[in-house]
């Protein structure tokens, strides 16, 4: 039941190939998962901490971004863009959080480094030039904007520094071994393929007594 729904989920474009269907599962499938946590947490996060300030807020508004990206990619299965708007939100969730607790010293700019490593999935150029663009010009803004001290100072003391930097650290680790997954399954399915291919090549090759020639136009 769950296979099938998750064999559902990709664009029907996305379907007759096996890697562009590992690819759309890739990218669909832990966004699904990760704004379904987000939205069952929510509640008892309100409970338990009370009304939630201006950063978690927005961690909140971006985890449900996920899964409009998810359902856009599903209904028009137009990676390129998904990827790209996937790589224009993470950037900027990284800014703003940075921008609000120190600027490129903060404990988010670490998160920066991801965002063309998650690029890379999409085995596009353009992809990932975009996303490499957008992580440069969001820490060279910051480095600008500190410089020219335009940025507020980070009221975070020396232990809560420590703390936020070994989550935002821990946080990023978690989350470049998803994208690590996820690329180990793109190769996997690659090289499955490939396997197959070559078998189904020799089974023809074995059985035909038939001669096969390749001619070029010329």
Known sequence: MVSQFVDAL????????AMTKARHRAFI???????????????VYLAWNGAPGALELLLFAWLMTQVV?????????????AQMLS??????????????????????AIWLVLVPFEASLSAS????????????????????LGAMDLLPRS???????????????????????CLAFGAEHLARTYFSRIDAEGNR???LARHMSDVISRVRRR
């Open 10 to 17: 990709p664009h029907p474009s996305a379907r007759v190939d």
């Open 29 to 43: 499938v832990p966004r699904f998962i990760g704004s379904f946590i987000a939205l069952a947490i929510f509640p």
């Open 69 to 81: 990206l998810a359902y856009y990619l599903s209904r028009t299965g137009n990676y390129e863009r």
């Open 87 to 108: 790589s224009l939100t993470l950037t900027a969730l990284v800014a703003a959080v940075a921008a609000k607790s120190g600027g490129v010293e903060s404990f988010a």
């Open 125 to 144: 150029r353009r992809v990932i030039g975009v996303a490499t663009a957008l992580a440069l010009g969001a820490a060279l803004g910051l480095w600008l």
């Open 155 to 177: 009221e975070l003391g020396a232990a809560e520094q420590s703390l936020f930097m070994a989550v935002a650290a821990i946080s990023a680790a978690l989350y470049g071994a």
């Open 201 to 203: 090549y020799q089974l």
